[in-house]
């Protein structure tokens, strides 16, 4: 029998109720999966006994953690679920899941030649071979590259005037808006700065893993992961608080270090924030003050990403952007959007992913916003190639609405 290492092997707990049964989004689509719970802890009391149990249809589980929220009895059901794939799934990653996966290694080679590599990936006959050599489907709009990512920029253009705050923080930016969009980043340092936070990078950040473990790299994800420790340590002992922007990488620094890549983070997880988070308490508290701009209006509707309500922080995003006195705000109802990050790229995902999120676009579509509030790259690249709509990440909003100067005035004072 393998020995199999489940830090929260707790599907004991299952009492079989079905509720993770009623909100998975991919049952609802795919006939050919069973679904949380006979994937989770139904099938874990088989896989526990022998794995000849495993079941490759495993592989069509998105990760997107709904059913862990829905639990009343707190199985982490897809944990179990993604667990059982690295242990018993033996199949090598393809070329297209190497390459849709390594971030940090694709970036840097896109990126130097981002003007060519942006057009040519938008070319029909282009997107035809990658559908038929790698199996990444034609209908999907490829992310662009930016010629200058965010480092370059914040080294040239920030990082001299970061020590002139009194307070300090570090910044995860994650690989969307270092390598695709830097202007994320610069919003970023815009914000904290004009409320009184300088901003420092940490050493040597890495990818978070998170598109390496949905794709079975896991020895890769583990030293990106031991990596990405060693830096929040270097910081943690500076005294610098780790806020992040994007909410999937959030989630995997916090809960799949430690349940899936067993690198513990129990010292320094209660340091990371995201960003919304961080400047909700911060303003809530007092402890510093925003002047919005006058004038400043929009009609916006918010997606709570997935993850994001796995972490349970949708609720800090929503509050923070109520306090924009222009800001008309609609809830989207919660549903997934289907792209589940390298998923929906997936020749044979394609389908499923947007049969999934077809909800979340009807919603979209009769609430008719100006621009979706969101946290999370991978549901604004769904949304917009889907919907049509823009897709805004919170702190671009912030940078917006935000008078800048005279909050950094009022927070300087
Ligand atoms: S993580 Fe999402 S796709 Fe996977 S079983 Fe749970 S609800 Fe279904
Ligand atoms: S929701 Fe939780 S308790 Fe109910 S069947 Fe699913 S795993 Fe079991």
């Not at 079905?18 to 689509?29: F, G, Y």
């Not at 896989?47 to 069509?60: A, P, W």
């Not at 033996?90 to 970036?107: C, E, N, Y």
């Not at 979209?364 to 604004?380: G, L, Y």
Request: overall charge neutral; aromatic content about 8%; charged content about 25%.
């Amino acid at each position: 029998m393998q020995e199999r290492n489940i830090s929260s092997n707790n599907f004991e707990q299952c009492q079989k109720c079905s509720l993770c049964e009623t909100v998975c989004p991919v049952m609802k689509n795919n006939p050919d999966y069973a679904g949380p719970k006979r994937s989770g802890p139904d099938g874990e009391r088989y896989r526990l006994k022998n794995g000849i149990f495993f079941d490759d249809s495993l592989k069509y589980c998105l990760n997107c953690k709904r059913c862990e929220v829905a639990c009343p009895s707190g199985v982490r059901i897809a944990d179990l679920i993604q667990q059982a794939r690295i242990d018993f799934s033996h199949k090598a990653p393809k070329l297209r899941d190497i390459m849709l996966a390594s971030t940090d290694q694709m970036g840097p080679v896109a990126g130097a030649f981002a003007p060519i590599v942006n057009f040519t990936l938008g070319l029909s006959p282009v997107k035809g071979v990658l559908d038929f050599a790698l199996g990444i489907d034609h209908r999907r709009t490829l992310p662009k590259y930016s010629s200058e990512t965010f480092v370059h920029w914040f080294k040239k253009n920030a990082a001299s005037k970061q020590a002139s705050f009194r307070k300090q923080v570090s910044y995860f930016h994650g690989c969307y808006a270092n390598y695709n969009y830097p202007q994320l980043g610069k919003d970023f340092v815009a914000v904290m700065n004009a409320f009184g936070f300088g901003v420092q990078l940490l050493e040597n950040e890495r990818c978070c893993g998170v598109a390496k473990i949905a794709n079975g790299m896991i020895p890769a994800a583990t030293r990106d992961a031991h990596a990405n420790m060693e830096a929040f340590r270097k910081s943690v002992a500076q005294g610098l608080d780790i806020v992040t922007v994007s909410t999937t990488c959030t989630m995997t620094l916090m809960e799949e270090y430690p349940e899936l890549l067993k690198v513990d983070n129990s010292d320094v997880k209660d340091h990371i924030s995201l960003v919304e988070q961080f400047l909700y308490k911060a303003i809530a508290s007092g402890a510093v003050k925003p002047v919005w701009k006058e004038g400043w209006k929009a009609r916006a509707a918010y997606h709570c990403p997935c993850h994001q309500e796995r972490l349970g922080l949708g609720i800090f995003t929503v509050e923070l952007l109520k306090m924009i006195p222009g800001m008309q705000l609609t809830e989207l109802d919660s549903n997934c959007c289907g792209i589940a990050g390298t998923y929906g790229f997936k020749k044979e995902n394609f389908k499923v992913s947007q049969m999934i999120g077809k909800a979340l676009f009807d919603d979209i579509a009769a609430a008719a916003p100006e621009f979706v509030a969101c946290e999370c790259e991978t549901c604004k690249w769904q949304i917009e190639m889907s919907t049509g709509v823009p897709v805004k990440n919170p702190v671009s909003i912030l940078a917006e609405a935000l008078d800048l100067e005279k909050t950094s005035e009022l927070n300087r004072a």
